[in-house]
């Protein structure tokens, strides 16, 4: 498993918020971490994704300085993510 997934599960259990904030190449995703679930001692997560509910996608390219996407849910692969923090960590 990417080391990323597992700081980004293990740090929400330590913060204030569970909204989280990640950065791709050019991009800001912002949105509520989706926790697994277990059913019968089994982790229902995909290995490596890190799912989003309510996301704001923000893209850093000079043509599309101003948009913001949003979507219900996103799944990101967490070995694209090159930072991450949580809304409670935000100035």
Same mark, same amino acid.
């Given at each position: 498993?990417? /080391?990323? $997934?597992?700081?980004i !599960? %293990?740090?929400?259990n330590h913060?204030?918020? @569970?909204?989280? +904030?990640?950065?791709? =190449?050019?991009v800001?995703?912002?949105g /509520?971490? $989706?926790?697994?679930d !277990? %059913?019968?001692?089994k982790?229902k997560?995909? @290995?490596?994704? +890190?799912?989003?509910? =309510?996301?704001k996608i923000?893209?850093f390219?000079?043509?599309?300085?101003?948009? %913001?996407?949003?979507?219900?849910?996103?799944?990101?692969?967490?070995?694209?993510?090159?930072?991450?923090?949580?809304k409670?960590c935000?100035?």
């Open positions: 498993m990417c /080391k990323t $997934y597992d700081a !599960y %293990e740090l929400v913060t204030e918020s @569970d909204v989280l +904030i990640c950065f791709l =190449d050019n800001k995703i912002e /509520k971490l $989706y926790k697994c !277990y %059913e019968m001692g982790e997560c995909y @290995d490596g994704i +890190i799912t989003l509910k =309510d996301a923000k893209c390219n000079s043509h599309h300085d101003d948009k %913001e996407k949003e979507f219900a849910w996103i799944n990101i692969p967490s070995k694209q993510i090159k930072a991450f923090a949580y409670c935000e100035l």
